[in-house]
């Protein structure tokens, strides 16, 4: 990427390779689907999900798509992401396969419970 400052998901999508596009077009629509009530913005000048704060970030790499949920309980998940490279806040999924689109499925609601009960407990020591 160069330096553009992108205002929109569709902006950044439009300048990417068309494999990396179909990659994160799927990633979207699952991300849409299993936060339905999240808004959809760009932060970091990537795509991302809020609701009650982020969810989770996304973004195309030369041979991956970089998946980052904003949550340092991402070791519920160890098991399911044993075989993707990661590091912390990081999962990449290789460009050449496809995306495990039930575990981000689940790791997107996990996140919103999770954004849910920080709000609630945030209520409560108010």
Not at 14 to 37: D, F, G, V, Y
Not at 52 to 79: N, R, T
Request: glycine share 4%; no cysteine; aromatic share 10%.
């Amino acid at each position: 990427m160069d330096d553009t400052k992108f205002k929109t998901v569709d902006e950044y999508l439009s300048t990417l390779p068309k494999n990396a596009q179909t990659a994160l077009q799927k990633m979207r629509k699952t991300i849409k689907q299993s936060a339905p009530k999240a808004e959809e913005v760009i932060s970091y000048n990537m795509p991302a999900f809020k609701q009650d704060g982020v969810l989770v970030y996304y973004a195309a790499w030369k041979e991956h798509i970089g998946f980052y949920p904003a949550s340092p309980g991402m070791s519920v998940f160890d098991k399911e992401l044993a075989k993707y490279e990661r590091s912390k806040g990081t999962i990449r999924f290789p460009l050449d396969q496809p995306l495990p689109l039930d575990l981000i499925s689940q790791i997107v609601k996990f996140r919103v419970q999770e954004n849910i009960e920080k709000k609630l407990a945030k209520r409560k020591r108010s």
